[in-house]
């Protein structure tokens, strides 16, 4: 079991940049596949961003793609999002989530999940 704490978010200008980390506790960190959901008000919650148990295959929302990077440090227990040139559309909650199953990008697939982040982009 992995329980996840979100941290960075924030208010921000458009074309601004961010960072979130999502810290996870256990020992286990690295048999985990993380990844970064969003939800904005009224919305269904979206994919953004996932990576591998070894941080060497990541996947993109097509929103995202170019903008966003994901990253881990496992020897930290942590997953990072780097958010460049930010837009007021990525205004929501943002989620770490973790599954033990490989390739998995919906939501469904996802057995924890932290708190949330708040991100607000002025325009």
């Known amino acids: 079991q992995v329980q996840l704490v979100e941290s960075g978010g924030g208010l921000v200008q458009a074309v601004g940049s961010l960072r979130l980390s999502c810290a996870a506790s256990?020992?286990?960190?690295?048999?985990?596949?993380m990844a970064w959901f969003r939800q904005a008000p009224g919305k269904e919650r979206e994919f953004v961003a996932a990576i591998s148990w070894t941080g060497g295959s990541t996947s993109y929302a097509a929103s995202v793609k170019g903008r966003f990077t994901i990253s881990r440090d496992n020897a930290k227990n942590t997953v990072y999002l780097q958010m460049n040139s930010l837009k007021p559309e990525d205004t929501a909650v943002y989620y770490c989530a973790a599954t033990v199953r490989g390739g998995a990008l919906a939501a469904d697939e996802y057995n924890y999940w932290g708190q949330g982040t708040q991100v607000t982009v002025s325009s």
């Open positions: 256990g020992r286990t960190f690295s048999s985990y596949r």
